[in-house]
């Protein structure tokens, strides 16, 4: 665990200030661009500032106690009965592939 991340961003001016904008506060991708259009001349020489979140510092134990759990309890359905434990652990276990953030 102690390997993994997720990434994301934010958006900031000319002195690296935050700027409070998140292109899905908004219902479409049109809507979007135009806010942002609106902020750039606004706002100049705004960029993104990449941000990563360690997995170890964010995720809670009870959320990986529940994701082995449900695992556990998916790997007695019929369908993967000829699951071995190595794949089990490899494809049905992983706790990456649900967003906890």
């Known amino acids: 665990m102690d ?10 001016d000319s002195n690296n200030e935050k700027v409070a ?4 506060d908004y219902p479409d991708f049109d809507s979007s661009l135009r806010a942002f259009e609106v902020l750039k001349k606004h706002t ?3 960029h993104p500032i990449p941000i990563s ?6 995720l809670k134990m009870g959320f990986l106690i529940d994701n082995i759990d449900q695992a556990f309890v998916l790997w007695k359905n ?4 000829e699951l071995s434990f190595d794949d089990f652990c490899e494809y049905l276990l992983p706790y990456r592939i649900r967003t906890a953030i």
Do not use: Q
Not at 78 to 81: G, L, R, S, T, Y
């Open 3 to 12: 390997i993994h991340s997720s990434n994301n961003y934010y958006w900031a």
């Open 21 to 24: 904008f998140n292109e899905l």
């Open 44 to 46: 100049p020489k705004i």
């Open 53 to 58: 979140y360690k997995d170890m510092d964010y």
């Open 78 to 81: 019929p369908w993967a009965k």
